[in-house]
């Protein structure tokens, strides 16, 4: 069965980094795109980027570019989504997902959702 | 970017009866096309890629069409737990999902 395991919820100060994880099981993690969704409180998806687990290949959003740092380390089969200098406006669920055979940007498997909270 | 816009933002429907769910985008992004459904504490759920093909394990009533700008989602026969928010995504350019309809009961 295709596991995406997520690290637990987080609560952060302003100005603090975030680092979370994605460990994915049931399945080759090297062969499938991992990416990173962004969800702020009661709104819609975001897409913020991808990583190729195998050599580490990461394709950003725009929108997330140089805001945040994907990364992987195969031998744990886990990928993560870094960002540093937390804001308030950075509270929102994050979701990792593993692509589709079909496309790297379609998401068939879809982690739990990591809680991220910035607050002073 | 491509601009992906949903409409209604709500749609009230009755159990039982038919949801037509609209998706245009900004331009073409030819079938690059998927729907996700979405329940209150869950992550997304795939429904359909490729603008019309049913992901594994989705049921028949749901169904996608369209090609460049303009997609539909239909569910032929809402069940209760078919109420949820769906959101398209385009992956023709770097991916960007609808802000999404929710289906509400009526």
């Known amino acids: 069965e295709v596991q995406l395991v997520q690290s637990g919820a987080e609560v952060k100060k302003p100005g603090e980094s975030l680092k979370i994880s994605c460990k994915g099981s049931g399945y080759s993690f090297t062969n499938y795109w991992i990416g990173w969704v962004r969800q702020m409180p009661g709104k819609g998806l975001e897409w913020m980027g991808i990583?190729?687990?195998?050599?580490?290949?990461?394709r950003y959003s725009p929108s997330f570019q140089g805001q945040v740092t994907i990364s992987a380390d195969k031998s744990i089969s886990t990928a993560y989504l870094q960002r540093s200098s937390l804001k308030a406006s950075d509270t929102a669920m994050y979701y990792c997902a593993r692509s589709h055979e079909y496309s790297n940007y379609v998401y068939v498997y879809w982690g739990q959702g990591t809680l991220v909270t910035v607050s002073s | 970017e491509i601009v992906m816009t949903q409409s209604p933002a709500t749609l009230s429907v009755s159990p039982g009866e038919r949801a037509t769910l609209s998706c245009r985008a900004s331009?073409?992004?030819?079938?690059?096309l998927a729907w996700y459904q979405q329940k209150p504490g869950q992550a997304p759920r795939l429904l359909i890629y490729?603008?019309?093909t049913r992901a594994t394990g989705i049921p028949a009533r749901f169904s996608g069409s369209g090609s460049g700008t303009e997609f539909t989602l239909t569910i032929s026969s809402l069940q209760s737990e078919d109420f949820a928010v769906y959101y398209c995504?385009?992956?023709?350019?770097?991916?960007?999902f609808g802000q999404g309809t929710k289906v509400e009961i009526k």
């Open positions: 995504q385009q992956y023709n350019n770097w991916p960007a």
């Open positions: 331009q073409s992004v030819s079938s690059n």
């Open positions: 990583i190729y687990p195998d050599d580490s290949e990461t």
């Open positions: 490729g603008a019309s």
